[in-house]
């Protein structure tokens, strides 16, 4: 996969994951060793096409590939965290979104290239107006993405344990976002 060499937050567009359309293409970011956090790293083929259609029919949450001049170059999920991932684990409120996101290895990676992606799907999830805040739980361990979630307005709560992982619980609010990115 080549990354484009000039990124800002409105050079992505969004569409739906077709889960057997785009089984191939998630696999194999799923599985390289950059994503061990995503816990696919052993997946077979079937395995991801079965996580996606779960996904697809599920109405409280959705995938979404990220597009630049219409070739897909990260992941991104929203669910609802009322239904999914922190059920119990959090008090939820109003307008909750909750957000995963990947950006695929590459050969040829361009300085600033993650961070526009992360803009440019907390631009894309606060575009609704109903979204009060995003709330994430990246494992404690991933670093580099507590520093990007930093950099967009992310503020860390509390460690939780989740059934797969010690995660650290953050949110960022619309103000927060707009604040981070006033700077």
């Given at each position: 996969m080549t990354s484009p060499t000039a990124m800002t937050a409105t050079t992505f567009t969004f569409r739906p994951l077709d889960p057997l359309q785009d089984a191939e293409l998630l696999h194999e970011w799923l599985t390289h060793p950059k994503a061990a956090y995503w816990m696919m790293q052993d997946a077979r083929l079937e395995d991801v096409e079965r996580a996606y259609m779960e996904v697809a029919a599920d109405e409280h949450q959705e995938a979404l590939l990220g597009l630049h001049d219409g070739e897909p170059v990260f992941l991104m999920e929203r669910y609802d965290p009322v239904h999914r991932e922190l059920v119990g684990l959090y008090e939820p409120r109003p307008g909750d979104v909750g957000m995963h996101f990947l950006v695929p290895a590459t050969d040829t990676p361009v300085s600033g290239f993650t961070r526009s992606v992360i803009t440019a799907v907390m631009t894309h999830l606060f575009e609704d107006p109903r979204?009060?805040?995003?709330?994430?739980?990246?494992?404690?361990?991933?670093t580099a993405v507590h520093a990007l979630n930093e950099a967009v307005g992310f503020v860390p709560e509390r460690e939780i344990q989740k059934p797969e992982k010690k995660a650290l619980l953050s949110f960022c609010t619309r103000e927060q976002f707009e604040r981070a990115m006033s700077v």
């Open positions: 979204t009060a805040r995003v709330v994430v739980e990246p494992d404690v361990g991933n």
